[in-house]
């Protein structure tokens, strides 16, 4: 199908007999058709119909073709237009080359194909964007998708102590029942703490979860980082905990920054994710560490995520962001965990990551692995 098809049109000019001649040949070309007879009209119809491109003439009364592309570029800069232009506009045309503007087409028009070729070309254009946020969007829900399963498992990790406790409260009662024996208001009331407890932590695990995945991921707040931090470490503690790694957070000084806070989480869950595989796949007893270091200095922050996981090859760790790229057997690693870490730092945060191997001590001992570093802005 022609790709014209998909994308509506908005035509700005001021001479009658011309609209009617090119809304017949454009009018079934493209997916609809809207006309205005000036500047002003233009700006009213695109505000109202907000047209996928606009062909626009650039001689016209009230408003011409070049201020109303103007307008229309403060509303929405990546707006698609082209402008019909006679020979002897030259000085506007000038005015339009920081507009940024697809195409141009010279009038008088003798070949309808010098109008629809550059509408074509451009249409080709708007449809690779799309095509493009798609794959970003499907690579965003396929990286939510993995996060669920690795938060399940670390649900279920946190959740067998507290239903241990839980049942064997239940139980105890069960045996005294069956035993004959006496149950007092006593008994009774630390039995029902005991489980109020354990199912209020159970209600606060199901809260933290839920505030991650459903959290907004457009609204900017200002947070304090210990505030994230706190968030991030109820969400790792439990799966860090049962692989017996031990891990720290340290703050050199508490700061307000201006962020999506769940963006930001999900980009740290990330790495932690992957730093607890590469440590669990050691095959280690000991020497299993996870450090997370923040800084700030003059409006920028600084967090670094190491661990003692020996490491990335030399040879790939070029490769870690690329979408679907994993060492990991697939059953559980999808390899997009890193890439939307990536993406949400330099393209949410407006930061760069950055990674390397390091060699480091800690308690007189000697370790080796992966180094993550995230600088943003702090507003």
């Keep these: 199908m022609d790709s014209l098809k998909s994308f509506t049109l908005l035509y700005v000019e001021d001479d009658k007999a011309t609209v009617e001649v090119m809304e017949e040949v454009l009018k079934s070309k493209v997916k609809e058709f809207f006309v205005a007879y000036d500047g002003e009209e233009g700006i009213q119809s695109y505000k109202k119909n907000m047209p996928d491109i606009i062909l626009t003439d650039i001689n016209m009364p009230r408003l011409n073709g070049i201020e109303m592309a103007k ?33 141009y087409v010279t009038k008088p028009i003798t070949d309808i194909s010098k109008v629809i070729d550059p509408l074509r070309k451009t249409a080709q254009r708007l449809q690779g964007v799309l095509d493009k946020q798609k794959l970003q969007k499907l690579l965003e829900v396929q990286g939510k998708t993995a996060a669920v399963g690795e938060m399940l498992s670390n649900i279920a990790h946190q959740w067998r102590q507290p239903l ?11 045996l005294l029942i069956d035993m004959d024996e006496e149950i007092t ?30 959290g907004d991921t457009t609204k900017i707040v200002e947070i304090n980082i210990s505030e994230v931090t706190h968030k991030l ?31 930001l989480i999900q980009a740290l869950i990330n790495i932690c994710n992957n730093a607890k595989d590469a440590i669990t796949a050691q095959k280690q007893t000991d020497n299993l560490y996870f450090f997370i270091d923040i800084t700030n200095h003059k409006g920028r922050a600084t967090i670094k995520l190491r661990d003692s996981g020996g490491g990335i090859d030399k040879d790939i760790i070029e490769k870690v962001y690329e979408p ?56």
């Design 164 to 174: 241990s406790v839980i049942t064997m409260h239940a139980s105890s009662i069960k």
């Design 324 to 379: 679907y790229f994993t060492t990991k057997h697939p059953s559980i690693g999808t390899g997009i965990g890193l890439y939307m870490s990536h993406q949400i730092v330099t393209k949410q945060l407006k930061g760069s990551i950055q990674v390397e191997n390091i060699k480091y001590e800690y308690e007189n001992k000697k370790l080796y692995g992966a180094e993550f570093t995230i600088d943003f802005p702090l507003k």
């Design 71 to 103: 307008e229309i570029k403060k509303i929405n800069p990546s707006q698609a237009i082209i402008l019909l232009t006679a020979f002897n506009e030259n000085n506007l045309l000038h005015q339009s080359v920081d507009l940024g503007v697809d195409g």
């Design 233 to 263: 470490e109820k969400l790792i503690k439990s799966s860090f905990n049962n692989n017996f790694i031990k891990y720290r957070v340290k703050i050199e000084n508490d700061f307000v920054l201006k962020v999506n806070e769940n963006q």
């Design 185 to 214: 208001k006593e008994m009774l009331m630390d039995c029902s703490n005991g489980v109020m407890h354990q199912a209020n932590y159970l209600s606060e695990t199901i809260d933290d979860f839920r505030d991650f995945f459903q």
